[in-house]
């Protein structure tokens, strides 16, 4: 077993159990811990991957941006228990057995599916850092997508604040 | 050095996919939710940046790209709509949107 084989198997420990973790606390802040400790390995398996821009990006985006929004939401949609006066950060979950079995049931379907499938495991393996084709690609080949991807997210922010704002 | 199989990332995908459904179907918190779904996006981003790793034209790593941006817009608008139903319902947890008219 090679040194790669190693740090792929770690990163998708990390990964798969902090996932595991989040479907299976029930506390809102735990579960955006563990989406943090998600993120951190998707990083690493995503470098692993050659794809070390994509990782980059996805640190910045997941770890700097979404998880401070989600962090934010947890804040302003806080409830006060009215017994203890703490706050409630525990979610309530319609039963257990059935989505988890449904969830299950879609791995292992998936696992077979991607197992038995005879077009993957004969394909060529090249292996480098993409860096430079992507930052080629994105300003002459893609660069429309990549712009019209640039004023999406503009459009979709300044629409996210105004509907945050109060409309009294 | 040998390279890791293409296999190995197909089935980390398929785990936090059906992780992330799990989360849909069992979660009531919208929040929750919202996680749930951002794993089932990553899930299709590892799958895409694990089959381009064999594309020279690296077409799903260009399209992964903007997967990401369409998640973060999705998540900065889904989060300003909860905030607007916290407003008027007080709760955030799906069940107890009920109108009252």
Redesign the interface.
Same mark, same amino acid.
């Given at each position: 077993m090679?040194?790669?084989?190693i740090a792929?198997l770690v990163l998708?420990l990390l990964?798969?159990g902090s @996932?595991?973790s989040? #479907?299976w606390t029930k506390n809102?802040l735990h @579960?955006?811990l563990a989406?943090f400790l998600?993120?951190l390995g998707?990083a690493g #398996?995503?470098v #692993?991957?050659?794809?070390d821009? +994509?990782a980059v @990006?996805?640190l910045l985006?997941?770890v700097g /941006?979404?998880l401070i +929004?989600?962090l934010? /939401?947890?804040m302003?949609?806080n409830?006060t228990d009215p017994a203890t006066g703490k706050n409630h950060l525990m979610?309530? *979950?319609?039963g257990?057995l059935?989505?988890?079995s449904?969830?299950?049931s879609?791995?292992l379907g998936?696992?077979w599916l991607?197992?038995k499938g005879p077009w993957?495991?004969n +394909?060529?393996?090249?292996?480098d850092s993409?860096l430079r *084709?992507?930052g080629l /690609?994105?300003l002459t080949e893609?660069a429309f997508?990549f712009e019209l991807?640039g004023v999406? +997210?503009l459009i979709?922010?300044i /629409? @996210?604040?105004f509907?945050?704002k109060?409309h009294d | 050095m040998t390279d890791i199989p293409v296999i190995y990332f197909l089935w980390v995908s398929a785990f936090l996919f059906a992780t992330g459904l799990s989360i849909l179907l069992l979660k009531k918190n919208t929040i929750f939710i919202l996680m749930g779904i951002e794993l089932i996006l990553n899930a299709a981003n590892l799958n895409l940046v694990a089959f381009s790793k064999n594309d020279h034209s690296l077409q799903g790593l260009y399209l992964s790209i903007f997967v990401l941006v369409v998640g973060v817009c999705e998540m900065a608008i889904a989060l300003a709509i909860v905030l607007q139903v916290y407003r008027n319902y007080r709760a955030i947890e799906v069940d107890q949107f009920k109108s009252e008219y």
């Open positions: 090679s040194q790669l084989v792929f998708a990964t798969c @996932a595991l989040m #479907l809102l @579960a955006a989406m998600t993120m998707l #398996l995503y #692993l991957a050659y794809a821009v +994509l @990006a996805h985006v997941y /941006g979404v +929004l989600i934010f /939401g947890i302003l949609t409830q979610t309530r *979950e319609s257990r059935l989505p988890i449904i969830g299950l879609f791995f998936l696992f991607f197992t993957i495991n +394909l060529p393996v090249t292996g993409k *084709e992507v /690609g994105l893609y997508p991807a999406f +997210l979709a922010l /629409g @996210a604040t509907v945050a109060s | -």
